[in-house]
C-alpha cells in the first residue's frame, strides 16, 4: 500500500500551493484547488479500498521521453519569454505549479483505476503546458481549469484506436480538451470567464515574438521530425493570406500574416508526433490542412460574430480523425518521384534536416519581407480608414474592432472616433446612448473633444490624436510606447500613414 | 489705495442697483421625496444681464492670478442671458436614484455618503449624464412645475452651469466677494472644515438669489473648459489639442476662505472622482 505514499505526496503539493498567496488571495480560486484536492483523495481512498481485495496498483520505472520533456522545455521557454513582456504570466505560476500536481495524481489515478501501471515520466508536463498556453479561467472560474484538463486525461485514455497494431489515443491530449471547452464557451457564450482573449494578444507584446517561436519550433522539429506539420501550414496561411490581399486590398488576420498565437499553435499545439500522420508527405498534408482549417474557422467565426482566437484550438482534433485517412492516401500514393525529390516519401527523419533547411529559408525569405516581425501595414490605424473610406471588404468592421481594442486601453482618441461613429450612423447604426458612452470614456481620457462632444454631440469634433494616444496607436501589437521620446513616436506615426504626424516631423527637424 | 477705493465705489454703486431676482421652482415634494422616488432638485431663475467677472489680484490681495481678466483689465463685464440654477448641490440620495435607475457605472463611493450630503466621487462624465437623466425625468414627471416643462419643450436643457452662469448666480450683479457680501463668515458656508455638511445647512439669507452652499461644502463641476480669461462662452469649442481640464467652482470644505470666494477658479481633470468634488445642475437654454 506504500505506492499510495505517490499521489498522498502530490496531493498535499496541490494543498500547499493553496496556501500561497496568489492562490488564498480568491475565495473561490482557494475553494478550487481544494475541491480538486478532495476529488483527488476521494478518488485514492477508493483505489485503496479497492487494493485491500485486488492488490496495490503498481508503478513502472521512471520512464523520461524525449517527445515529454523536450516539448516541456520549449513551452517553458514560451512562458519565460511571454510572462517577460506580459506580467499575469509569472503571476499564473503558482496556478501552473497546482495544475502540474493534479495533471500527475489525475494521470497516475486513471492508470490505476484502469488496472494498468502507472510510468513515471514527464507525460503531464507538455499537456498542462501546451493548455496553458491557449486558455485559462480566470480565478473565479478555476475550477474548469481542473476540469480541463482532466478532460484532456480521460480523452487520452478512453478515446482511443488501433494503428499500426498499437491501442493508441486518437486525439493531441490537450487540443481534444481545448476544442471541447471552446466550442461550449462559445456555444453558452461564455468566453469571457477565460483569459483566452488577452493569451491571445499578449504574446505579440515580446519583441521579435516570431523569430523566438521559430527558434523554439526548430528544437521541436530537430527532435521529432515534424518541420512538414509547420512548414507546410505555415506555407499555407501565408499564401492565403496573400492571396486575400491581393485580392480584396486587406489583410486578412487584420495586423499579421498569421496571428502570434496561431504560430505557436503550429509549432507546439498541432505538432504532437503521437496524433500526426506517420509520412513526411502525410505531416505536410495534415499541416496544409491546419493552414486552411485555421482560415475557414476564422472567418467563420468572425461572420457568426463570435471570438475568432478559437480558431486555432477547434480544429486540431478535427485533423486527428482524419489520420489513418491521410496515412492510407499516402501509402497508396507510393513513391511518387515529385515526392521522393521533395524528400517526402521515406520513413520520417531521413531528410529532417533538409526540410528544416527549406523551413529556414522560407521563414528567413518571409521575415525579409517584412511578414512576420516588425511593422504589418494592418497596424496603422490609417490605413483602415483609408480601406473603409473605400469601402473594402470587411474594412470598417475591422476600423471598429481595431478602435475598440485602443479604446478600451484608454485612447482617448479612439474612444472619440467610436462615439462619432455611433453618432453619424454611416459604419453602424446610429445609437446616441453609445456615443455619449464612448464621449465619455474619451473625456475621462482627457481627450477634449470627447468632453465637447459630450457635452453638446449635435456638432461632434475630432482632433488629431495627442502623443499619449499615439504611444498606444502606433505600437505595432507590442507593448505600450510610453519611454519613445515624441520625435520617434511622430516618425513612426508619419510612416503609419498620420499626415499631420509627419508634419510635425518636419517642423520639429 | 486709489484702486480699492474706486472699486469700492463700483460695488458700492452696484449693490444699490442690483435687486436680487428670485423666482423659485421647486417640483412637488421635491424637498421630502422618498428615497424610491428622485427627488427633483429646486430650480431658481437668475434673470438675464451683465454682471462684473473676474477680480483683479492688484485690487483684491485675496485673488489669484488666474481671476485676473487681462493684463490691462482687472475684471470683465459678461452679459448673460436668464438661466435657472439648482439650489442645492445634488445629493447623494438625488444620485442615487439616478444610479438605480439608469445602466450608468458609477463609483460606489459616490452612493456611500449620507443621503443628504452632497454627491462626491462623481468624475465630469458622471455629472452630465446624471443631467441628461434628469432632463428625460423632468420632461416626464407630472409633478413637475408647468415653466420647467415649458421651457424644456422649447428646448432649454438640463446641463451643468458654466462659469459665467455659475460666478453670476453667486454673487450677483453687485460684485461680491463672498455669496452673503465681501468678508468670510464661517456661519454662512462650510469651508476650513473637516468633511461635507447636508446640502443648505448653513442658513444664508443674505446669499445671491438664494443659492445654498455657492461657497465650500464640495466644489462644484462647471460645464467650462478651462482657460485663461477674458472669458468668451463662444471659444469653448477651441484649443481641442489641449489635455482636458474642466473648470470647477465655490471651494469645498477643507478649503480656506481665499478659495471659497465667488471669483475662485479651479480646475480639474474631467476623470477625476474625488472627496471634494461635487455639482449643481442647471437649465439653460444653450
Redo the contacts between chains.
Keep these: 500500500m506504500g505506492v499510495f505514499l505517490a499521489p498522498l505526496a502530490l496531493t498535499a503539493g496541490l494543498l500547499a500551493v493553496s496556501l500561497l498567496p496568489r492562490i488564498r488571495q480568491s475565495e473561490p480560486l482557494t475553494w478550487s484547488f481544494w475541491g480538486a484536492a478532495m476529488l483527488l483523495l476521494a478518488w485514492q481512498a477508493v483505489l485503496a479500498l479497492r487494493a485491500r481485495t485486488e492488490g496495490a496498483p503498481t508503478l513502472g520505472p521512471f520512464t523520461p521521453r524525449a517527445q515529454h520533456y523536450v516539448q516541456a522545455l520549449c513551452h517553458s521557454g514560451v512562458f519565460l519569454y511571454w510572462g517577460w513582456y506580459w506580467p499575469p504570466v509569472y503571476d499564473f505560476m503558482p496556478l501552473l505549479a497546482g495544475q502540474l500536481f493534479f495533471a500527475y495524481v489525475f494521470d497516475m489515478l486513471l492508470a490505476w483505476s484502469k488496472r494498468q501501471a502507472w510510468v513515471p515520466g514527464f507525460g503531464p508536463f507538455p499537456i498542462v503546458f501546451s493548455t496553458n498556453l491557449f486558455l485559462w479561467f480566470k480565478d473565479d472560474w478555476f475550477a474548469l481549469q481542473f476540469i480541463l484538463l482532466a478532460v484532456g486525461f480521460l480523452g487520452k485514455a478512453f478515446v482511443q484506436w488501433e494503428r499500426d497494431g498499437r491501442r493508441v489515443h486518437i486525439f493531441n491530449p490537450s487540443a481534444f480538451s481545448l476544442a471541447l471547452f471552446s466550442v461550449g464557451l462559445l456555444v453558452t457564450g461564455t468566453t469571457d470567464l477565460t483569459w483566452a482573449q488577452e493569451i491571445n494578444t499578449t504574446f505579440s507584446l515580446g519583441p521579435r515574438i516570431y523569430l523566438m517561436l521559430f527558434g523554439i519550433g526548430l528544437v521541436v522539429m530537430y527532435f521529432f521530425s515534424i518541420t512538414p506539420v509547420t512548414a507546410s501550414a505555415a506555407a499555407t496561411l501565408f499564401g492565403a493570406s496573400a492571396a486575400y490581399y491581393a485580392v480584396t486590398g486587406v489583410p486578412y488576420f487584420v495586423d499579421s500574416e498569421i496571428p502570434a498565437a496561431v504560430f505557436l499553435g503550429m509549432h507546439l499545439l498541432v505538432t504532437d508526433p503521437s496524433t500526426s500522420p506517420r509520412t513526411p508527405f502525410g505531416r505536410a498534408v495534415f499541416g496544409v490542412m491546419y493552414g486552411l482549417g485555421v482560415f475557414a474557422l476564422y472567418a467563420l467565426l468572425g461572420a457568426l460574430g463570435l471570438p475568432t482566437f478559437y480558431d486555432k484550438l477547434m480544429v486540431v482534433p478535427l485533423l486527428n480523425l482524419t489520420v489513418p485517412s491521410i496515412d492510407r492516401a499516402v501509402a497508396r500514393l507510393g513513391s511518387q518521384p515529385i515526392l521522393a525529390r521533395l524528400g517526402l516519401v521515406g520513413p520520417l527523419g531521413r531528410m529532417n534536416l533538409a526540410h528544416m533547411g527549406a523551413w529556414i529559408l522560407f521563414f528567413a525569405a518571409m521575415t525579409a519581407l517584412g511578414r512576420t516581425d516588425g511593422m504589418h501595414r494592418g497596424d496603422a490605424l490609417p490605413f483602415w480608414q483609408q480601406a473603409c473610406a473605400e469601402d473594402r471588404p470587411r474594412a470598417c468592421e475591422r476600423l471598429l474592432m481595431i478602435e475598440g481594442s485602443y479604446c478600451a486601453d484608454n485612447a482617448g482618441w479612439a474612444c472619440n472616433e467610436l462615439g462619432r461613429h455611433y453618432l453619424d450612423g454611416r459604419l453602424v447604426p446610429t445609437d446616441t446612448d453609445r456615443a ?1 458612452a464612448y ?2 470614456r474619451a ?10 462632444n ?3 454631440p449635435s456638432a461632434p ?1 475630432a ?2 490624436p ?1 502623443p499619449l494616444d499615439l504611444r498606444l496607436l502606433v505600437r505595432e501589437g507590442g507593448p505600450n510606447l510610453l519611454e519613445m521620446p515624441e520625435p520617434a513616436l511622430y516618425a513612426r506615426a508619419c510612416r503609419h500613414g498620420w499626415s499631420f504626424a509627419c508634419e510635425k516631423r518636419s517642423a520639429s527637424r | 489705495m486709489r484702486w480699492r477705493a474706486a472699486a469700492a465705489a463700483v460695488l458700492l454703486l452696484l449693490l444699490v442697483g442690483a435687486r436680487a431676482h428670485v423666482a423659485p421652482l421647486r417640483a412637488q415634494g421635491a424637498a421630502e421625496a422618498p428615497a424610491s422616488r428622485p427627488a427633483f432638485p429646486e430650480l431658481v431663475e437668475i434673470p438675464g444681464g451683465p454682471f462684473v467677472m473676474g477680480a483683479d489680484p492688484s485690487a483684491d490681495p485675496m485673488a489669484f492670478d488666474n481671476e485676473r481678466w487681462s493684463p490691462s483689465q482687472g475684471t470683465g463685464m459678461v452679459d448673460v442671458p436668464t438661466f435657472y440654477l439648482a439650489r442645492h448641490e445634488v445629493t447623494v440620495a438625488q444620485f442615487a436614484a439616478f444610479a438605480r435607475a439608469s445602466s450608468w457605472r458609477v463609483d460606489p463611493q459616490a452612493l456611500a455618503g449620507p443621503p443628504a450630503h452632497p454627491v462626491v466621487f462623481v468624475s465630469w462624465p458622471d455629472a452630465l449624464a446624471y443631467c441628461r437623466w434628469l432632463e428625460g425625468e423632468l420632461k416626464r414627471a407630472p409633478e413637475v412645475p408647468g415653466r420647467v416643462r415649458q421651457l424644456l419643450a422649447e428646448g432649454w436643457r438640463v446641463t451643468l452651469p458654466s462659469e459665467a452662469e455659475w460666478e453670476k448666480a453667486a454673487r450677483g450683479t453687485d460684485g461680491r466677494r463672498y455669496p452673503w457680501g465681501s468678508e468670510p463668515r464661517r456661519d454662512r458656508a462650510n469651508y476650513q472644515n473637516q468633511g461635507t455638511a447636508p446640502v443648505g445647512t448653513y442658513p444664508c439669507p443674505e446669499c445671491a438669489h438664494g443659492l445654498a452652499d455657492m461657497s465650500g461644502n464640495v466644489w462644484e463641476w462647471t460645464s467650462s473648459p478651462y482657460q485663461p480669461y477674458p472669458y468668451d462662452a463662444s471659444d469653448d469649442r477651441a484649443n481641442l489639442d489641449a489635455d482636458a481640464l474642466w473648470v470647477m467652482r465655490g471651494g469645498s470644505f477643507g478649503d480656506p476662505a481665499r478659495q471659497v470666494r465667488t471669483p475662485a477658479r479651479g480646475a480639474a481633470d474631467p476623470g477625476a472622482r474625488r472627496a471634494f468634488i461635487g455639482f449643481r445642475v442647471a437649465l439653460v437654454k444653450r
Design positions: 455619449l464621449f465619455s473625456c475621462e481620457a482627457r481627450f477634449q473633444p470627447g468632453c465637447v459630450l457635452l453638446d469634433v482632433a488629431d495627442r
